[in-house]
Nanobody, 127 residues
């Protein structure tokens, strides 16, 4: 059974960094575009970033551009989200997701595009 498991969340001060990891199992996800979403308390789930199957294409929500970097290692069936210069407004549960497509530019923010989801990892940024 396909499974996505996130790790790497935690508590960090504003300006700090965290690296999230999404470990995929149960199938080979090299043919899936992979993405990160987040959901803050009382808010809807929000798209953060997406990476193509080969890793050559990426897309980010405007609020994280220049601070976050999504990457993948298909040999390890793993996706990463490097988060730098964190802000209190980045506080949320972060979810990994997989879509059975090569890449999505416009439309990547649509949660219905994704076939698999992880359980999430909490990121808390203190001011």
């Amino acid at each position: 059974q396909a499974q996505l498991v996130e790790s790497g969340g935690g508590l960090v001060q504003a300006g700090g960094s965290l690296r999230l990891t999404c470990a995929a199992s149960g199938r080979t996800f090299s043919s899936y575009a992979m993405a990160w979403f987040r959901q803050a308390p009382g808010k809807e789930r929000e798209f953060v970033a997406i990476i193509s199957t080969t890793g050559s294409l990426t897309n980010y929500v405007a609020s994280v551009k220049g601070r976050f970097t999504i990457s993948r290692d298909n040999a390890k069936n793993t996706v990463y989200l490097q988060m730098n210069t964190l802000k209190p407004e980045d506080t949320a549960v972060y979810y990994c997701a997989a879509a059975r497509i090569a890449f999505a530019g416009s439309g990547s923010e649509n949660a219905n595009l994704y076939d698999y989801w992880g359980q999430g990892t909490q990121v808390t940024v203190s001011s």
